[in-house]
């Protein structure tokens, strides 16, 4: 049989590859399949977020909507794109998108990551709740100021005019982007992806 090897009559099962490396929890990838759910699945990269709304098919699963911190580019996004605020945001613009496609509610699957309470994960669920798509989540889950940036605009603030500021936010300042006004930048890039996708 495919997967398997026999040896002076042994037979030795071989996981899914994807197991054996690690990538794929298949037990949890079936009881969210069992769920009925588009599943909202989310992976984060060195400097980007990849949020994808994909629906089973047992000859492969479809990708309906898929959108990247990359593509905040696009609406003015000039901060790091691995943060919090970028994680909402983009969040925010895949529920716009699903929306727009007539999907209206999912489940969150972080694949092999952990459920950590105001990660960036919840970063995005939040994103997609206040576009109006459904995800089932705990609210007290949900980071709140901290998706705006106004946790970094405080430490920005209790760093201004020093030596460690000007390092510390030298990509901001490069970028032009005034990091005790973060807030105002993430409902800027707001806006635009509102004003593009509704």
Do not use: C
């Amino acid at each position: 049989m495919e997967g398997q090897t026999t040896m002076k009559g042994r037979v030795f099962t071989l996981n899914y590859r994807r197991k054996r490396k690690g990538k794929t929890n298949y037990k949890r990838r079936l009881n969210l399949i069992k769920s009925g759910n588009l599943r909202v699945v989310v992976r984060k990269g060195l400097n980007n977020f990849l949020v994808q709304l994909i629906e089973f098919n047992s000859i492969g699963d479809k990708v309906l909507v898929s959108s990247s911190t990359r593509e905040l580019i696009k609406y003015g996004w000039k901060a790091h794109r691995g943060n919090l605020a970028s994680a909402y945001l983009v969040g925010f613009l895949s529920g716009l998108k699903a929306k727009k496609k007539g999907l209206k509610s999912g489940i969150l699957d972080l694949g092999l990551y952990r459920a950590i309470k105001n990660s960036s994960f919840f970063a995005v669920v939040k994103g997609l709740k206040d576009s109006g798509f459904e995800i089932p989540v705990n609210e007290s889950v949900l980071p709140i100021d901290r998706v705006l940036g106004k946790h970094i605009e405080d430490y920005a603030k209790k760093l201004k005019g020093t030596e460690k500021y000007k390092k510390q936010f030298s990509k901001y300042l490069k970028a032009g982007i005034n990091p005790e006004e973060l807030s105002k930048h993430v409902g800027d890039v707001k806006s635009k992806i509102t004003t593009k996708w509704q």
